[in-house]
């Protein structure tokens, strides 16, 4: 079985522009979540998405957002790009919303400019 | 709001024992899980404990303490490969969603 997808693999913007990342679970899996981790320190939670629905929020500025589709795959949106957006955005699905064990992809690593 | 800390580093040899630990601050605790992640890679998850006491998986093992606030994470007969950054998170439900906080990491080195 395909672990978790993530596209793209690498990405460079510019300060002001928008980004779209994308992420494919696990098949099976209905959870998403989503994080920004600077090189250095941990994972930062910024949403988890469960059957469609938001269910989960972290301490982010409403530039970031996302959504679920009906196949469970998910986009992390961010809007007015700044240099400290530049990370590694994580994507990570679980079975359902409660699951504890998290299967994350690769990553995305996001630079701003 | 939600807080962890863990060791920055930690430096073991080859066949020893090694424990890191974390302590917590949180509301709404659900539990405790621990993640491994190499240099340019993913996490992956090691264990979760979301009651008192011990949990071993093979090599690993973890425990915790919801009284004190605190786990560890114990690596037994160290290999080479364990060398990477270990971090604790804890599953929390804070003014009615679930969260995930991550620690810091604790970057681990294990020398011959």
């Known amino acids: 079985d395909a672990g978790v997808t993530q596209s793209p693999t690498h990405l460079i913007k510019t300060r002001g522009q928008q980004v779209t990342l994308r992420c494919s679970p696990i098949?099976?899996?209905?959870?998403v979540s989503w994080y920004q981790q600077v090189l250095g320190q941990g994972p930062q939670f910024i949403f988890q998405?469960?059957?469609?629905?938001?269910?989960g929020r972290g301490n982010f500025p409403d530039r970031f957002s996302a959504r679920q589709f009906p196949n469970y795959s998910s986009e992390l949106n961010v809007n007015a790009l700044l240099l400290g957006d530049s990370a590694l955005y994580l994507c990570?699905?679980?079975?359902?919303?409660?699951?504890?064990?998290?299967?994350f992809g690769p990553g995305t690593r996001l630079t701003v400019t | 709001g939600q807080s962890l800390e863990q060791p920055s580093e930690v430096t073991a040899v080859e066949g020893a024992i090694v424990q890191i630990n974390c302590t917590y601050q949180t509301s709404g605790f659900y539990g405790l899980s621990w993640y491994q992640q190499h240099d340019g890679g993913a996490p992956t998850f090691l264990s979760y404990n979301a009651l008192d006491g011990l949990e071993e998986t093979g090599r690993f093992s973890s425990f915790l303490s919801r009284s004190d606030s605190y786990g560890y994470l114990l690596l037994q007969e160290l290999q080479m490969k364990d060398s990477a950054s270990y971090f604790c998170?804890?599953?929390?439900?804070?003014?009615?969603?679930?969260?995930?906080?991550f620690g810091t990491g604790t970057k681990l080195q294990v020398i011959p």
């Open positions: 998170a804890v599953r929390d439900n804070s003014g009615g969603y679930q969260k995930v906080t």
């Open positions: 098949s099976g899996h209905k959870s």
């Open positions: 990570a699905s679980s079975l359902a919303m409660g699951a504890y064990e998290q299967y």
């Open positions: 998405y469960y059957e469609k629905e938001e269910r």
